[in-house]
């Protein structure tokens, strides 16, 4: 069957004909074959250099050898326990070597699952109920911050079947904004357990903090006994072997990985402080428990992956990411539009906005519809981003400079498409 038919058949099964909202799109999305280094295939006969790399995870690209071997030999070994094994120490043992903030981890199945269990930590550390976050930040698809998140929820603020009762304790920030967060605390710092932040917001797109944000941020919060948690999910492990705390060099209390930890296969992570991760159950009071985790096959795939990404990796990754900015920088003043190419290391984005974008309300302000007649001519021309302004791109180790150069030259065809 073609994509087309699939997704006929797949709305009678699943809602909406998928399982995660925004992988459909009108008219239907394409439906996958296989996936292969820096290449995905769809059954239509199609193949694309894929930006879009499962929305984050896929950092060495599509199906690694390297990854397929490992796996493939622990699989025999049994494919989950329901008791400790030692490659969970080895994999902590490698989050905590290269991450500024960690002294221990507590491994889980999902980035949802890590800001969820992150935020019940510093609930029960601080005893006190408030949290932060961002406007147009997103943590994964729980009732504590399904408020004003970024993604397909920028259209839709909030959901149904969340209690306000839940949601009340959730205050929203617009990012970049020092008064905002200082007025906030002035009323309410009492109650306030923590600010969880994405470092760099890239589920808005691909915002940057102000220089001098973030350490006013950790000032601010250490002075009012706030923990400051660092939501990796994206920025872990993709943008400094140490994720975006490296990068900027600012040491956050707690921290959560998602995506690129599990080298493609399921799992979360949270670290921090060893006086504070100690509060997690059984060592503390704080509960959290799950079937899977620590899976034995995502912690292997985990291994194998952190052990591919060294220095020279990140130097080589972030030149491609370079590469391709300055690209598409010059296509864009070539083509004299008034449009707003950001990014860094291996994320790029294009804002359909003649403005700088520092916040959430920057940012819907976007013309989202051109940005999707764009997404629809770029598959045309064989490259797979995702589809929404409202999306960071992502690069991955086995982008070659043919294909980013075959990029460069689609991305300038589609431009010239969309504003004729
Ligand atoms: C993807 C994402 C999450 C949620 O992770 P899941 O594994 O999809 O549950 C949380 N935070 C950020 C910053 C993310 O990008």
Redesign the pocket.
């Known amino acids: 069957m073609k994509s087309e038919d699939l997704y006929k058949e797949s709305k009678k099964y699943l809602p909406g004909g998928v399982n ?1 909202p925004v992988r459909a799109y009108k008219p239907y999305p394409f439906f996958v074959d296989k996936g292969k280094g820096s290449k995905i295939y769809d059954v239509d006969g199609n193949e694309y250099i894929d930006y879009c790399l499962a ?2 995870p896929l950092v060495l690209g599509h199906s690694h050898e390297r990854i397929v071997e490992n796996i493939s030999e622990a699989i025999k070994k049994g494919t989950t326990y329901g008791a400790p094994s030692e490659k969970e120490i080895i994999l902590a043992k490698e989050v905590i070597n290269r991450v500024p903030c960690a002294d221990m981890v507590r491994f889980v ?7 969820m269990s992150a935020i019940r930590l510093a609930r029960g550390y601080t005893s006190r109920n408030k949290i932060v976050k961002f406007e147009g ?5 729980h009732d504590y ?1 399904l408020v004003k998140s970024g ?1 397909g929820a920028a259209t839709l603020p909030d959901s149904l079947g969340i209690p306000e009762d839940t949601t009340k304790n959730t205050l929203s920030v617009p990012f970049n904004d020092e008064e905002a967060i200082k007025q906030l605390i002035k009323n309410e710092g009492n109650n306030i357990a923590c600010i969880i932040m ?1 470092v760099v917001m ?2 808005i797109g691909c915002i940057q903090a102000k220089k001098g944000y973030l350490e006013f941020l950790r000032k601010i919060t250490e002075e009012n006994n706030i923990l400051l948690i660092f ?5 872990g492990f993709r943008i400094a072997k140490g994720g975006a705390q490296e990068y900027y060099n600012i040491k956050p209390d707690l921290v ?1 990985f ?2 690129i930890i599990g080298g493609g296969f ?1 799992m ?1 992570a949270l670290a921090g402080k060893k006086e504070i991760m100690e509060m997690i159950a059984p060592s503390g009071s704080v509960y959290q428990a799950g079937t899977f985790n620590g899976n034995p096959i995502s912690v292997i795939a985990g291994i194998t992956t952190l052990n591919l990404l060294d220095n020279k990796f990140y130097k080589k990754i972030n030149e491609k990411g370079d590469y391709l900015r300055s690209n598409i920088k010059n296509i864009i003043e070539d083509l004299d539009l008034n449009l707003n190419p950001v990014g860094l290391g291996s994320m790029f984005q294009i804002y359909f906005n003649p403005n700088e974008v520092l916040d959430y309300s920057d940012a819907k302000n976007s013309d989202s519809e051109k940005f999707f007649l764009y997404f629809k001519e770029l598959l045309k021309n064989n490259v797979f981003i995702p589809p929404s302004q409202f999306e960071c791109n992502f690069i991955s180790i086995k982008h070659s400079k043919e294909d980013l150069d075959f990029t460069s030259d689609s991305i300038e065809q589609s431009l010239k498409k969309v504003f004729k």
């Open positions: 995660s929305y984050g199945n999902s980035g949802t699952e890590a800001t930040a997103y943590h994964g698809a911050c993604s994405e890239g589920n939501d990796e999910v994206i920025t959560t998602g995506k399921p979360g």
